[in-house]
T-cell receptor, first 114, second 112 residues
Framework: DADVTQTPRNRITKTGKRIMLECSQT?????MYWYRQDPGLGLRLIYY???????NKGEISDGYSVSRQAQAKFSLSLESAIPNQTALYFC?????????????FGPGTRLLVL | GENVEQHPSTLSVQEGDSAVIKCTYS??????FPWYKQELGKRPQLIID?????GEKKDQRIAVTLNKTAKHFSLHITETQPEDSAVYFC???????????FGRGTSLIVHP
C-alpha cells in the first residue's frame, strides 16, 4: 500500500539537543507538510514543500528547520529542543490532482522534551 | 491569513442522536472545506469535503453544509454510533493553494 511513514514514532530528548524527525512517502506526491498537534490547538502548519527545490514557512516555523532530500523524503529538525516543543508531530502529503486536496497524514511522532 | 473557528470543543451525545459541529472562516477567498476524523491514537483522515459551488454534500450518515454569505460550514452526523467517537477537524483553504488552515478540533463522544 502506498503510504506515509514517520520515524521515530516516539522520542524523548533533553533541552538543547538537536533532533531530526523523518518522513517518507510512497504515494508519489509532490506536496509535503509538517504539522504539530497540541491538545486544544488543532493542527498547526510548521513548514511545507511543493517540490524538491521549494521550502516554505508555515504558521509556526520558529525553532524548526526542514530539508527536502528527495520527492519522497521530508525531514524536520529541531536545532536546540525546548520543552514547549513537546507535541505530536505529523507529516502529510497532498496529491494535488485538482479534484480533491486531500491531506494524507503519517502515523505521527510523539516528542517529549525534558 | 485565514482563521478558522470551530465549536464546540467537546460534544457528548447518546447513541442514535445527531451531532453537529460548526466552523467559521475569515477569508472570503476560501473555497475548499474538508473535514478530517482522528480516532484515538490514529492519524487524521479525510471523511468529507465540499467546495464553495455546492451548498450541501452527503455521504451516508454524514453531511456538510456551507453558507458562503455567513462564512460558516457545518458537519452533521446522524444516527451516531460509538465508532463515531473521535476528534473532528474542519479546515478551509483557497482552492488550488493546497494550504489548509485547520480548526482546533471537536472531541465527539458517543455514549452507548
Amino acid at each position: 500500500d502506498a503510504d506515509v511513514t514517520q520515524t521515530p514514532r516516539n522520542r524523548i530528548t533533553k533541552t538543547g539537543k538537536r533532533i531530526m524527525l523523518e518522513c517518507s512517502q510512497t504515494k508519489g506526491h509532490d506536496r509535503m507538510y509538517w504539522y504539530r498537534q497540541d491538545p486544544g490547538l488543532g493542527l498547526r502548519l510548521i513548514y511545507y514543500s511543493f517540490d524538491v527545490k521549494d521550502i516554505n514557512k508555515g504558521e509556526i516555523s520558529d525553532g524548526y528547520s526542514v530539508s527536502r532530500q528527495a520527492q519522497a523524503k521530508f525531514s524536520l529538525s529541531l536545532e536546540s529542543a525546548i520543552p514547549n516543543q513537546t507535541a505530536l508531530y505529523f507529516c502529510a502529503t497532498s496529491d494535488g490532482d485538482g479534484r480533491r486536496e486531500t491531506q494524507y497524514f503519517g502515523p505521527g511522532t510523539r516528542l517529549l522534551v525534558l | 491569513g485565514e482563521n478558522v473557528e470551530q465549536h464546540p470543543s467537546t460534544l457528548s451525545v447518546q447513541e442514535g442522536d445527531s451531532a453537529v459541529i460548526k466552523c467559521t472562516y475569515s477569508d472570503s477567498a476560501s473555497n475548499y472545506f474538508p473535514w478530517y476524523k482522528q480516532e484515538l491514537g490514529k492519524r487524521p483522515q479525510l471523511i468529507i469535503d465540499i467546495r464553495s459551488n455546492v451548498g450541501e454534500k452527503k455521504d451516508q450518515r454524514i453531511a456538510v453544509t456551507l453558507n458562503k454569505t455567513a462564512k460558516h460550514f457545518s458537519l452533521h452526523i446522524t444516527e451516531t454510533q460509538p465508532e463515531d467517537s473521535a476528534v473532528y477537524f474542519c479546515a478551509a483553504s483557497r482552492g488550488g493553494s493546497y494550504i489548509p488552515t485547520f480548526g482546533r478540533g471537536t472531541s465527539l463522544i458517543v455514549h452507548p
